[in-house]
């Protein structure tokens, strides 16, 4: 069966991890939406331009992969896309926790939409955006966790 995948995050800012993710995903699906949305919480480090263009340059090479930003509803943005699957990453038993409650609120609005898993590998397992930016902040040098092209922009 054709499947067509959103994977969605705010890539405030993209890492090793979502690139790991991506490119496995890729061997997968046929067909992979990444959707950055605008920002749940605060101000982003990374405007929305400069998300979505770090993760144009960073898969350029993947034919079956592309970028779009969203803001609003993930499901609404899944209606325009015709999507009916969701992947998500998981690290740890504590983003399962809130990867349910993410899961089962949006099938309960949109009860077409299926989320999928993947786990993170043993390499980027234990990568946050939140600690490369702060890591950033503090003149640190990121370049171990996030591709050149992110690396670049701090
Ligand atoms: N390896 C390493 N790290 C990973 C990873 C992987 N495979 N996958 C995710 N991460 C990390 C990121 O680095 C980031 O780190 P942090 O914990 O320091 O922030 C974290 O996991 C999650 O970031 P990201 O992948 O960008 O996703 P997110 O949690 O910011 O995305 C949305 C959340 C956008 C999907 C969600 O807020 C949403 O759907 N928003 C739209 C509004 C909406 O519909 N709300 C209702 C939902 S029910």
Same mark, same amino acid.
């Given at each position: 069966?054709?499947?067509?995948? @959103? $994977?969605?995050g705010?890539?405030?800012? &993209? ?8 490119? /496995? %995903? %890729?061997?997968i699906?046929e067909? =992979? ?5 605008k920002s749940?919480?605060?101000?982003p480090?990374f405007?929305m331009?400069?998300r979505?263009?770090?993760?144009k340059?960073v898969?350029?090479h &993947?034919?079956?992969v ?7 509803l ?5 209606k ?6 969701? &992947?998500?990453?998981l /690290?740890s038993?504590?983003?399962f926790?809130?990867?349910f409650?993410l %899961?089962?609120?949006?099938k309960?609005? &949109? *009860? #077409? @939409?299926e989320?999928? $898993?993947? !786990? #993170? !590998?043993?390499?980027t397992? %234990?990568?946050s955006?939140?600690i490369?930016?702060e =890591? ?6 990121? !370049? #171990?966790?996030? *591709?050149p092209?992110? #690396?670049?922009?701090?």
């Amino acid at each position: 069966m054709t499947q067509h995948v @959103i $994977y969605p995050g705010t890539f405030d800012p &993209l890492t090793n991890g979502h690139v790991d993710m991506v490119e /496995r %995903a %890729a061997g997968i699906f046929e067909n =992979i939406v990444i959707a950055v949305a605008k920002s749940a919480g605060k101000e982003p480090r990374f405007s929305m331009e400069e998300r979505v263009d770090m993760c144009k340059e960073v898969f350029k090479h &993947l034919k079956n992969v592309s970028v779009e930003s969203f803001d609003g509803l993930l499901v609404e943005f899944a209606k325009t896309k015709n999507a009916t699957l969701i &992947l998500r990453g998981l /690290r740890s038993a504590s983003d399962f926790d809130f990867e349910f409650q993410l %899961a089962g609120m949006n099938k309960t609005m &949109l *009860p #077409a @939409i299926e989320t999928v $898993y993947m !786990s #993170a !590998s043993k390499e980027t397992v %234990a990568i946050s955006s939140t600690i490369v930016r702060e =890591i950033a902040a503090m003149g640190g040098d990121v !370049s #171990a966790f996030v *591709p050149p092209v992110v #690396a670049n922009h701090f």
